[in-house]
């Protein structure tokens, strides 16, 4: 595991900022001096201009942060669980005509930020940004074992822990031609996913399954390249570009497993390849171009394609978009917007798939990916009547039709899809902004049970200033799906049962209060609540006899409730002109289950997979004291618990402690 | 279904008359002033007895606007004072409109003199053009005015985007004055974005979340603000293509496919 890579991104990152720093300190000692050159468009006599000086500013800290956990890792679920030096540099410096800056900051050899710049005139502008983040994974669990009974689990590692480090190099580099609106752009985006991850899957046989969880490294790469240029054709802006990526999943693609014989697959017993993450690559063109920005009318269009590979299963497709844009601006109290977007999408994959095994070769037969095509129409509208209220009104029409779904049974071939929506926006007065949306959407043919066919939303926002030192924000949203005709395709025998419902509720609020107690005192306490409640009818496919068929099982009306409650508060403080304070609490509780019937003779019922319950409370408080000669102290807290309610597996704590000393300059 | 190659033929087809279709607002865009535009122009013009008196008389006369002028001067549009750059020249007056009756009861003599006494000397402001209770359509269009024209970065969803279409202004994302660089930082994203979209950031308290208050994903990282191909403003042209960025694994395409996931 090569864990130093993204260090030594930041390492390299870091030596750019450094050399850059040099070069406008150095050109600040060379006296940073640039007269500005406007007198040659001026009426009145041209006065000599005073000369202008524009030091570097920024700051640079060193500190170290101690980190402490204790259990799971759920607490510290981004936190690089180990303690180390911090650095950092925020730079801006302008030696006109050149322009830097650099803001960064180093936690931890996987948890980084640096973002540079230069730029000379409007002639040359590159940017770079980096980020690193360490992910710590949960290790998960299945907490029945041996139940049911012919359900065997087998945790291969289960002392190891498992985390990501993520690291993302960004870069831009535009270069335009003096005195002519031209300009060319390259982009590369570098990602690296290094770590170690939970495998799971299934051996075995249907009557003696395996449920396994396995450790697997990963060594994710991904390069992602775009090139272009931009240009002015009479009236049309237009603009070009070319995106190639490319997937590298390293040298642990492919997992190996041995299965036993099985005799409904016509399976010899043998070790398998599974699970493979494929190398992937995909190129695309983007024509894109636009009458002028500033008419009454200002029409946008775009042409492109995009085409992906896989190298391992030599699947493929090609995709082709288009989109239309036109606004209308017919009266200054009415704006009319019409948009048109089409794709189409065409997959490719092969009929038939081999399985090499060590020593026997299957041939496994693929049904036909499904391609679509998709055309969305919409039309909004802006009315302005007076200058403290305005109503939006949208309509739009989606249009999907699929293909090659002979094979899948459960699709419609057509999905039409209806949304229109309603929002006011008022001021009744300088104190009060209120806004309220009503949305609603009809789906014809919906192909999944998760759409609903008809959704209704309400959105009731509110900003209340009573007076300056007090704001009230008030937001809820409450959305209403209804579903019939839900669709189950029952393999053994082969039926598709078209049937029950589908019903849900989302309540969505959010309050907050904001107090300036003081000049130098600020406050704000908020909280958000979520709550979704969805009572469904469920089908089961149950073995009755052994080796003997399915028989589909109706659950009618289930319920499934998750619910959230967020409340946080935050203070700012400062006693003095050179001391600041800061604390933040946030307290989380979440909750959710589902409720089955008891499936005909199942040994368990199925709620008992569902629940979880779980809290989090996080505290930060911060200090800040300003030293003589421009110095900082600084010394933060942060604290995490996460409090499993449900099993206490994923319990855990962090303390994060992180002492800083900070020059300003 | 089409071969590839009758694709290729459609899409050569296609571009010309795009092209053709786009020339033709040609016409629209000379005809650019009609009536509500020419409303907002009559806003961002400012006062038509006035004349233009150059940027030295706005910031080098009045020593409170010494940040200002150097904020100014080093950004690009700074660099876009020299008239020889041929590109369309930007100061002060470029935005505040003609600034002559601001200053007219002024001189030098008496800006020193009340320097010298320790006295900030205003200028009549309100000769100017009031850009903040502009309509949010001609705040936007004193920005648009040349950035249509200078191709430095590309605006191409921007006029029907969301923002543009709920009256969110350029202004409300970006501080001419604030910094030589206008751009918004991916960390200072966050904050911006929050400002407005509240709900959005109480989601983020929740247990499963993206590292966005931790600084590491940011929201420009998934949208792009001035508005583009796919709904919710997503910086690539669909989820899929927005989500693979940084899941590149989940790229594909898979011998097995999801269906219509775009």
């Known amino acids: ?665 | 279904m089409l071969s590839n190659r009758g694709r290729l033929r459609r899409f050569f087809l296609l571009v010309p008359a795009v092209l053709m279709i786009v020339s033709g607002c040609n016409a629209l865009k000379g005809s650019k002033p009609i009536l509500p535009i020419r409303e907002y122009e009559k806003m961002i013009v400012g006062n038509l007895y006035a004349d233009y008196v150059g940027t030295q008389n706005c910031l080098a006369a009045c020593h409170e606007h010494d940040q200002l002028r150097l904020f100014f001067d080093a950004s690009t549009m700074g660099a876009q004072l020299k008239m020889e750059s041929g590109m369309p020249l930007v100061d002060c007056e470029s935005c505040h409109g003609p600034g002559s009756l601001a200053i007219k009861d002024l001189s030098p003599e008496l800006v020193a003199e009340n320097d010298r006494l320790g006295i900030k000397t205003a200028c009549d402001f309100k000769t100017l053009i009031d850009l903040k209770n502009l309509p949010a359509t001609a705040q936007s269009l004193v920005c648009l005015k040349c950035h249509t024209a200078n191709a430095t970065f590309n605006l191409h969803n921007w006029n029907a985007g969301p923002h543009a279409v709920h009256e969110v202004s350029c202004f409300e994302c970006h501080d001419v004055h604030a910094s030589p660089d206008l751009k918004v930082t991916p960390l200072a994203s966050g904050r911006l974005c929050f400002g407005c979209h509240q709900s959005v950031q109480a989601q983020f308290s929740l247990a499963s979340h993206h590292p966005l208050k931790e600084g590491r994903v940011f929201c420009v990282d998934c949208h792009e603000p001035h508005g583009s191909f796919a709904a919710k403003d997503l910086l690539q042209d669909g989820s899929k293509e927005t989500c693979v960025q940084c899941h590149p694994e989940k790229r594909g395409p898979f011998l097995y496919e999801h269906a219509d996931v775009m």
């Open chain 1, 1 to 665: 595991m090569r864990r130093g890579r993204a260090g030594k991104w930041f390492a390299k990152m870091y030596l750019l900022g450094a050399v850059l720093m040099a070069a406008v300190l150095t050109a600040g000692g060379e006296e940073t001096v640039f007269a500005q050159e406007a007198g040659e468009q001026a009426d009145p006599p041209a006065r000599e201009e005073e000369r202008v000086y524009y030091e570097a500013e920024g700051s640079y800290f060193l500190g170290y942060r101690f980190v402490s956990t204790e259990d799971s890792l759920k607490a510290a679920e981004y936190i690089d669980p180990h303690s180390s030096v911090t650095f950092g540099l925020d730079l801006l410096s302008c030696p006109l005509p050149y322009r830097y800056h650099v803001n960064s900051e180093y936690l931890s050899k996987h948890d980084f930020y640096a973002d540079a710049g230069f730029a000379y005139k409007d002639i040359v502008l590159f940017r770079d940004i980096l980020v690193g983040l360490h992910h710590n994974l949960d290790h998960f669990n299945f907490f029945f074992p041996d139940e049911p009974p012919g359900l065997i689990y087998d945790d291969r590692d289960p002392g190891d822990e498992y985390f990501l480090d993520y690291a993302s190099n960004q870069l831009l580099l535009r270069l335009k031609t003096p005195d002519f609106p031209f300009h060319t752009f390259f982009r590369h985006r570098y990602l690296e996913r290094d770590g170690r991850v939970e495998q799971r899957f299934l051996l075995g046989d249907f009557d003696r399954l395996i449920k396994t969880s396995a450790s697997r490294d990963i060594d994710w790469k991904s390069n992602a390249y775009k090139i272009g240029f931009n240009s002015h054709l009479g009236p049309v802006e237009v603009e070009y570009a070319h995106d190639q990526t490319r997937f590298d999943p390293g040298g642990n693609s492919i997992q190996y497993d041995f299965y036993p014989e099985s005799e409904l697959f016509s399976r010899p017993a043998d070790i398998y390849p599974h699970h493979v993450h494929p190398e992937t690559k995909s190129s695309a063109h983007t024509l894109k171009l636009h009458s002028s920005y500033t008419g009454g009318f200002v029409t946008s269009a775009t042409v492109g394609n995009l085409y992906q590979k896989n190298n391992f299963s030599q699947a493929e497709s090609t995709t082709w978009k288009g989109a239309l844009d036109v606004s209308w601006i017919p009266d200054p109290v009415m704006g009319l917007f019409f948009k048109y977007r089409h794709r189409n999408v065409d997959m490719d994959n092969r009929d038939m798939v081999v399985l090499s095994g060590l020593n026997n070769t299957l041939l496994y037969r693929v049904r036909d990916s499904i391609s679509y095509t998709k055309d969305v129409f919409s039309l909004s509208s802006r009315y302005r009547p007076v200058k403290n209220f305005s109503l939006l009104t949208s309509y739009q029409f989606s249009h999907l039709e699929r293909k090659d779904i002979d094979e899948w049974e459960v699709f419609e071939k057509r999905t039409n899809v209806h949304n229109i929506n309603v929002t006011a926006n008022g001021r009744p007065f300088d104190k009060l902004k209120l806004k309220a949306a009503y949305d609603f959407t009809y789906h014809n043919d919906p192909a999944y049970n998760t759409e609903p066919d008809n959704t209704n939303r309400l959105r009731l926002t509110a900003n209340y200033l009573p007076a300056a030192w007090v704001n009230l924000f008030l937001d809820y949203i409450l959305t209403v799906t209804e579903r019939d005709n839900l669709h189950y395709l029952n393999s053994e025998p082969f039926t598709l049962l078209e049937g029950g419902n589908r019903e849900g509720r989302r309540d969505q609020l959010l309050a907050s209060l904001s107090f300036m107690l003081s000049p130098k005192a600020t406050m704000t306490a908020s909280w958000s609540y979520n709550r979704w409640d969805v009572e469904q009818d469920l089908a089961y496919g149950k073995w009755t006899t052994d080796g003997f068929g399915d028989l589909p099982f109706f659950d009618f009306a289930v319920p499934y409730t998750d619910e959230s409650n967020s409340f946080s508060l935050s203070v700012h403080y400062m006693p003095r002109e050179d001391i600041t304070l800061t604390a933040d609490a946030t307290y989380t509780i979440a909750d959710g289950e589902y409720v089955s019937g008891d499936v005909l003779g199942s040994p368990l019922s199925f709620d008992v997979l569902s629940t979880l319950e779980a809290t989090e409370t996080i505290l930060s408080f911060g200090v800040a004291k300003k030293l003589p000669r421009d110095w900082e102290v600084g010394l933060k807290l942060y604290l995490d618990f996460y409090n499993d309610r449900n099993d206490d597996i994923l319990d855990g704590n962090v303390v994060v402690t992180t002492f800083n000393l900070k020059r300003n300059f």
